[in-house]
């Protein structure tokens, strides 16, 4: 199995930056993907950034130029630099994973999410 692990997140005014991580754990041979989802309450579930194992990254347009995605493929982590921060980037934060296990298996893991909060 694949554990996520999430850290940061929290309430900032709108114009300021917070710093989300990630470890991923576990059974691991290699990881194909790995990114960032949210859920605003109320709405749907939607990829913020997903950084791919060749090297390119997808940005959602909301956050482009204001969030950076940064991933270790050795120690197994992704980080997500949020600056320029606004009241609608308010919403649970989840760290997602493609792995490829040590049996061979490949599958999308989540982590338990994390509360952004930005104020007006």
């Known amino acids: 199995q694949v554990q996520l692990v999430e850290s940061g997140g929290g309430l900032v005014q709108a114009g300021g930056s917070l710093r989300l991580s990630c470890v991923a754990s576990g059974s691991i041979s290699r990881i194909e993907a790995m990114g960032w989802y949210r859920q605003a309450a109320g709405k749907q579930r939607e990829l913020v950034v997903v950084?791919?194992?060749?090297?390119?990254?997808n940005y959602v347009d909301s956050v482009k130029g204001r969030f950076t995605i940064s991933r270790d493929n050795v120690k197994n982590t992704v980080s997500l630099q949020m600056t320029s921060l606004k009241p609608e980037d308010t919403a649970v934060y989840y760290c997602?994973?493609?792995?490829?296990?040590?049996?061979?298996?490949?599958?999308?893991?989540w982590g338990q999410g994390t509360q952004v909060t930005v104020s007006s």
């Open positions: 997602y994973a493609v792995a490829v296990t040590d049996r061979g298996m490949t599958g999308k893991y």
């Open positions: 950084s791919i194992s060749d090297g390119s990254t």
